[in-house]
Nanobody, 126 residues
Framework: QVQLVESGGGLVQAGGSLRLSCAASGRTFSRYTMGWFRQAPGKEREFVGAISSNAYSTGYADSVKGRFTVSRDNAKNTVYLQMNSLKPEDTDVYYC???????????????????WGQGTQVTVSS
C-alpha cells in the first residue's frame, strides 16, 4: 500500500516562501515519477510541477515557472516543493501524487497518477 503524507503548508504573506514535503512509503520510491497538484474548492485539480524518478527531468505549470522548484531525496523517500515569491492566487490545497506504473520523464495529467496524499493547505495573504 503506497502512502503519501504532505507537510509544510501554512499561512504566509505575499512574496514569502514555503517548502512542502511529501514522504512516501510502501514501495521503491526512487523508481517513480512524482508530481504536485493544487486544488481550490469547486475547481479542478491543477498541475503544479513534477519530477522524474532520477530527478534529471522536471516540469512546471506556466503559472509557477521560475518561482517553484520540485526536488527529491530518494534516500529519504521524500519529494519537495519549494515555493518562492508566493502570490495570493497560489492559495490552495496542495497534493503530492504518484503513478502506479513506471514512466520516463514527468507526468502532467492528474489522470496518470494513482496515489494521492491528503493535501496540505497553503494560504497566501496580500
Amino acid at each position: 500500500q503506497v502512502q503519501l503524507v504532505e507537510s509544510g503548508g501554512g499561512l504566509v504573506q505575499a512574496g514569502g516562501s514555503l517548502r512542502l514535503s511529501c514522504a512516501a512509503s510502501g514501495r521503491t520510491f526512487s523508481r517513480y515519477t512524482m508530481g504536485w497538484f493544487r486544488q481550490a474548492p469547486g475547481k479542478e485539480r491543477e498541475f503544479v510541477g513534477a519530477i522524474s524518478s532520477n530527478a534529471y527531468s522536471t516540469g512546471y505549470a506556466d503559472s509557477v515557472k521560475g518561482r517553484f522548484t520540485v526536488s527529491r531525496d530518494n534516500a529519504k523517500n521524500t519529494v519537495y516543493l519549494q515555493m518562492n515569491s508566493l502570490k495570493p492566487e497560489d492559495t490552495d490545497v496542495y497534493y503530492c501524487a504518484a503513478p502506479s506504473s513506471l514512466w520516463r520523464g514527468v507526468l502532467r495529467d492528474s489522470n496518470d497518477y494513482d496515489y494521492w496524499g491528503q493535501g496540505t493547505q497553503v494560504t497566501v495573504s496580500s
